[in-house]
């Protein structure tokens, strides 16, 4: 873990603008972090602990994936989403509304979500997990908070794949394809990111032959070229850890 902490600095350090990076080693629990816990403007990022604790109501029986939410005014957001352009009172069911939320980062969607959660739940959620930042009206948070989310749901999804997978297909099958899954030809990876003026975010689970999580998040960059930064730190991460990972199984075959 030294050397990809300290491959994470040496790249992220050269770069405009600040980078937080958590990196979560899914089979042993070993983590990196670079600036991990500074505040960063959440953005989309903040769908995943909505969406990965919808589920686990869901899972719980608290919640039916036919379920329905109505479009209400005051779950209007401009933004990214479709929702948007339905007439109020339109009806979905919950798995719909999640779908959209996520596939297309639906800013309406999630609010009908969050109505139906409630924003106490979905915060004290992230102080369970052991969250360093509150999720208040703010919006903020932080890379190693989002990477507990994550690594959250794929504790779930491997004990429960029936209830998790769809949620995990829709975080692989989402509109944007520019950060961490950019240069990953042919790895699976549920994410989510999440986009402001001067913030570019990303956060999900790679499924690599040695599994783990990366979550990033931006401040005070450049859109587009923090995208293209984080797509080439993904990627450098992927061929360190497929690196050890591969020396690993040697040393393992050999014993």
Not at 25 to 47: C, F, H, P, Q
Request: proline share 2%; net charge negative; aromatic share 10%.
């Amino acid at each position: 873990m030294d050397g990809l902490k300290k491959l994470i600095t040496d790249y992220t350090s050269g770069l405009s603008g600040k980078y937080g990076v958590t990196f979560i080693d899914l089979a042993t629990g070993e983590m990196v972090n670079v600036n991990d816990t500074d505040r960063y403007i959440a953005a989309s990022t903040s769908k995943l602990p909505i969406n990965v604790l919808l589920y686990k109501y869901i899972e719980e029986g608290k919640v039916n994936m036919d379920d329905i939410l109505t479009y209400q005014k005051e779950d209007f957001e401009p933004g990214t989403g479709i929702i948007q352009r339905s007439a109020y009172g339109t009806q979905y069911t919950v798995r719909e509304t999640s779908k959209l939320a996520i596939r297309k980062s639906d800013n309406c969607g999630v609010n009908m979500i969050i109505r139906l959660l409630d924003i106490q739940n979905i915060r004290q959620y992230l102080v369970d997990l052991g969250g360093k930042v509150y999720y208040d009206e703010r919006h903020r948070s932080c890379p190693y908070d989002m990477a507990l989310v994550a690594q959250d749901l794929y504790k779930h999804y491997l004990k429960n794949e029936a209830v998790y997978g769809d949620l995990i297909n829709d975080l692989e099958n989402t509109d944007w394809r520019d950060r961490i899954d950019a240069k990953l030809t042919g790895v699976k990876v549920a994410h989510k990111i999440g986009n402001q003026v001067k913030t570019a975010n990303d956060v999900g689970i790679v499924f690599a032959s040695h599994p783990y999580v990366l979550s990033i998040m931006a401040d005070n960059v450049d859109f587009g070229t923090a995208c293209k930064n984080e797509a080439t730190l993904s990627k450098m991460i992927y061929d360190y850890v497929e690196g050890y990972a591969g020396s690993t199984d040697g040393l393992q075959n050999n014993n």
